[in-house]
């Protein structure tokens, strides 16, 4: 069974830093490409970024310069380095496959971005 927790998320002023992580279990990060997607209040879901399993990464132009993709295999985790966070960030953050499984959707982490 997969499991995908995301963590990290919180509340940040504008201009500052956070790291999401998305720890998995049963399923291998590193064979499959991976994607942190966000959904804020009242719109839809939106890919932010993605990384193949060869390394490639793919970013939104709303992220690009600013956020980071990045896996680590040993522990089966992905990252999402965010910085320069500006208020229109703010949206639940979740992790996925690229393109998403509908069934490996998690519970998110809330990312707010206000002074």
């Known amino acids: 069974q997969v499991q995908l927790v995301e963590s990290g998320g919180g509340l940040v002023q504008p201009g500052g830093s956070l790291r999401l992580s998305c720890a998995a279990s049963?399923?291998?990060?590193?064979?499959?490409?991976m994607g942190w997607y966000r959904q804020a209040p009242g719109k839809q879901r939106e890919l932010v970024a993605s990384?193949?399993?060869?390394?490639?990464?793919y970013y939104a132009d709303s992220v690009k310069g600013r956020f980071t993709i990045s896996r680590d295999s040993a522990k089966n985790t992905v990252y999402l380095q965010m910085n320069s966070l500006k208020p229109e960030d703010t949206a639940v953050y979740y992790c996925?496959?690229?393109?998403?499984?509908?069934?490996?959707w998690g519970q998110g982490t809330q990312v707010t971005v206000s002074s």
């Open positions: 990384l193949t399993s060869g390394g490639s990464t």
């Open positions: 049963g399923i291998i990060f590193s064979i499959f490409p």
């Open positions: 996925n496959t690229h393109p998403p499984d509908r069934k490996y």
